[in-house]
């Protein structure tokens, strides 16, 4: 049983009572980094050969329960969706709640699926759990299974942003996470051998409105958001 499958029945409630101070439910921080994805996943079918004819083949590695995937629905996201996780009982979740993506379960080191198999591979909150040691590892897997000129997407906590460490400090959960900075990833995905990482930092405020919606995007380079996402291709 791993560390999640632990969590599973409270994972929601802790993470809510860490995020209580924001004044924010866990699904405003869930759409924040759905809206990016949706940002990307819109890109990266503009740039395919074959237009929008084919739907893009995405990877969640560490997904969880799957909450950020019903803000993924494939009409609105362009986009096949697999998840995997080493926790089983919580990919019984995910399997449950969302019918239309596709789960597995792995051991955490060896993806089971074939060099080149996905457009995109993303991971959340994921690469804090997996001991610094193996980050470069992490990252090397992931680029395994994206086809060339692809791309390898981390979504990860600030720990820059005072209010990110104090959620990280409150959630049982997170007891054993390292925080890594972003220069510290970039870094990382070079030595993965990912090309061009691009950084988008992001959550600025606790409102959730278009108008602030936006200036999150515009403020995307300063590097004080809650959160951050960077994003680095496979070379081709
Ligand atoms: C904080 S949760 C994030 C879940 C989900 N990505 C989200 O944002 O809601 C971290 C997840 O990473 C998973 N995990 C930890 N180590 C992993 C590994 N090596 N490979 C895949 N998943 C892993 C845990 O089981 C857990 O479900």
Redesign the pocket.
Known sequence: M????QYRDG?SQQIDNAIAFSGQPQDFF?RA?ARYLLDVFSTVRSQLKEGALRPLDVL?????????HPHLPPEKSGIRLTG????GT?IEEARASNPDVHYDV?E??RLPYQDRSFDIAY????MH??PPD?WKS?LVEAARVVRPGGLVII?EHNPVNPLTQKIVRSCP??QNAVLLHSGQLAKLFRAAGLVDPKRQFIIFTPFDTPFFHRLDTSLGWLPLGAQYCMAAHVPS
């Open positions: 791993t560390e999640f499958d994972y869930t980094k969640d590695i560490g997904c969880g329960q799957g909450l950020i995997i996780d080493v926790a919580v792995y955490g080191t991971a959340i909150a994921v759990h997996v193996d992490f979504i959960f997170d």
